[in-house]
């Protein structure tokens, strides 16, 4: 947690001592980066990102959670999504951070653990 800004570390004690968070912040404030601070030792973690955002947050995943297995559940519909979730879960257990999107959600990332 270093290497996080002083609003970054912030936002990971404020989620830490709840539990839930939104973390509601502009762009280029390092949301992916909080996020994945938040979810480290988690067992699961769905995160919910328009779809245009999932190639960045599978990245950050790589970067900041290098145990955890990344899922797109990236299929248009909720039946294909829950196969996709259902797939990923036989292979990789219980580790798995889930990214699902929306294309038409005007939300920013969140994550709920």
Request: positive net charge; aromatic residues 6%; glycine residues 8%.
């Amino acid at each position: 947690m270093d290497s996080l800004w002083a609003h970054q570390r912030e936002a990971v004690e404020y989620a830490a001592s709840r539990n839930s968070a939104l973390l509601h912040l502009g762009v280029g404030c390092g949301k992916s980066r909080i996020a994945c601070e938040i979810a480290r030792g988690k067992r699961r973690v769905l995160v919910g990102c328009p779809l245009a955002v999932m190639p960045a947050w599978k990245k950050q995943a790589a970067l900041w959670l290098q145990d955890a297995t990344v899922v797109l559940l990236d299929r248009p519909g909720g039946v294909a999504k829950t196969r996709q979730l259902e797939n990923a879960l036989a292979v990789a257990g219980d580790a798995p951070v889930t990214l699902g999107g929306a294309p038409m959600a005007p939300w920013r990332s969140f994550v709920m653990h």
